[in-house]
């Protein structure tokens, strides 16, 4: 069965502070690793994930991938109250029975104090 | 403008009814997914579909069912048989190019049973 797990489910900070967002997958064919920003509705795409160790950038945001570990992150420097959200991770498999599949992780609720 | 639509954005269901919840997407994708989502966590996965006539049960079918009779369209039926149906309903689709592409997701159905 394929699995994403991300940590912490939950933090808080003050503004200015960087956070990392983790998340560590099993998945038996894997294709891409997603990263999307839920803040009330529907989630937006932040950055998508091949290949290992090349850092995806956008403003402060950034995101790596480790194929052979088995594991991304989503780091946000200087936050902002607007970076309040809730952070998802997602993991396509491209193989077999589960081919197409699209499975997220639980979520990192992330909340920014002014 | 391209886009997913679902509606209706809210529904009441009274216990022991079904209900039919529509997906519908004009982005030309082949692929499109259901997911569940609880309040403060993260997606889960009810069914996906790679092709017209074509789905797969995800990883909380039970009580759930689909269809996908056009490339366009696919709904979901919360049936009687789902224990606790009350969430808030994601539909996404993508391009079916192995993984290689971001989901785009609807603006959500929020379903309460009453």
């Known amino acids: 069965e394929d699995k994403v797990v991300q940590s912490p489910l939950s933090l808080v900070v003050h503004e200015g502070d960087t956070v990392t967002l983790n998340c560590s997958y099993e998945v038996t064919n894997f294709r891409s690793l997603l990263w999307y920003k839920q803040e009330k509705k529907a989630p937006t795409f932040l950055f998508m994930l091949t290949s290992s160790g090349i850092e995806k950038k956008s403003g402060r945001l950034s995101s790596i991938l480790d194929k052979k570990e088995l594991f991304s992150i989503l780091n946000i420097t200087a936050t902002q109250t607007g970076d309040s959200a809730i952070y998802l991770c997602?993991?396509?498999?491209?193989?077999?029975?589960?081919?197409?599949?699209?499975?997220f992780g639980q979520g990192t609720i992330l909340t920014v104090h002014p | 403008d391209g886009g997913i639509t679902q509606s209706p954005k809210y529904l009441f269901r009274k216990e022991g009814q079904n209900v039919t919840l529509s997906c519908e997407q004009n982005?030309?994708?082949?692929?499109m997914y259901w997911y569940r989502q609880d309040p403060g966590q993260g997606l889960r996965l009810i069914y996906y579909s790679q092709i017209v006539n074509d789905f797969q049960k995800g990883d909380i079918a039970e009580g759930y069912s689909v269809s996908r009779e056009k490339k366009e369209s696919f709904p979901l039926t919360v049936t009687s048989a789902q224990k606790n149906p009350t969430a808030f309903y994601l539909c996404a689709s993508s391009h079916r190019d192995r993984g290689h592409t971001e989901a785009f997701f609807g603006q959500g159905t929020r379903l309460t049973v009453v």
């Open positions: 997602a993991v396509f498999n491209a193989g077999g029975t589960s081919y197409g599949k699209l499975t």
């Open positions: 982005l030309n994708h082949d692929a």
